[in-house]
């Protein structure tokens, strides 16, 4: 891929996702509420693997912003900043970020197809950020316009990029990411901000380590063991949708047409696939039960939730792509 980019510069500001410890009510960026919605929808990413995780966590990315291109990778990191195998990669353009002449759909695949080729971030990245996490401005890591990233946003007019690092299985005494010779697996997001004629509060560093620690539990309940994800077929999550009703298997193959022979087949993939023992178990692995949940409550989201009450939003902000 070239040379490796430059280490960030003195003076940088990089921030880690895991909780913030100063009160940060006051800093420039996002306008509060927005903020809200956004963790709001991070907080409803399925606990479980389905074809469309990357694809919603894109879609709440760009809540942040009326400008935002948002591309997810859910992949291995190493120290070198280079990335394994990419497990699931999605693109999200807002409306307003796209204009007013732009195939949203079309510009977001295209974008998809260079992210999915990128195998070095071409980032100066700090060596403990598969574990720590990381929030920054692409620019204090190194020279991204005149690296790989550069290629993945060459159609879009990009006033910053932000990079945020979310790791998974943090804390997971069974998950063979934890060891220190294994690259870790990590969901990484990249925020493009298209340049804007107005001043308005936009999003930043501080903003995205606000949010990261609430993709990463979703992330680590949805994959929380081993080197290979079970990610669940479209069939596969209608069952379990049905389960979670309350539906019994024979009801569920009358809803989809199906065999209950078949139907029990599906069920005992997903016992496999989220490794639950017993069909309670599978329906709580569903509905996002975690037997041991992380205590980090990030200040800035708390203070953001307070302020939202008080705060009115600024229009063109959180402006959602719609529903496919």
Known sequence: MGERSPPPRKGSKLTDARPLNSNLSAEPGIDPRALVWVAADLCSL??????????????????????????????????????????AVAVRTSV?????????????GSTRIRLERVSDLGLSIPEDSSVRGLAANAEDLGDWRSGPLARVWEANPTEALL?????????????????????????????????????????????LAALLPLLGERASLAMPT?????????????VLDRLTMGRSVREIAEDLGRSPHTVHDHVKSLHRKLSASSRGELVARALGHNPNPSPRIDPLVVERVRASTLIEPAPGLARRVPSN
Do not use: Y
């Open 46 to 87: 399925p606990a479980v693997a389905t074809q469309d995780w990357a694809e919603r966590a894109a879609d709440a990315f760009v809540g942040l912003d009326g400008s935002a291109r948002v591309g997810v990778i859910i992949t291995h990191l190493e120290e070198s900043g280079r990335l394994g195998t990419a497990e």
């Open 96 to 108: 307003d970020g796209a204009g007013p002449e732009t195939d949203t759909k079309k510009d977001a």
């Open 163 to 207: 990079l945020g690092i979310a790791p998974i299985g943090l804390g997971s005494s069974n998950n063979p990411d934890t060891t220190e010779d294994t690259p870790r697996r990590c969901v990484i997001v990249l925020i493009s901000l298209a340049p804007m004629e107005v001043r308005v509060p936009r999003p930043n560093a501080k903003t």
């Open 226 to 238: 081993g080197h290979e994800i079970g990610w669940l077929t479209d069939r596969e999550q209608d």
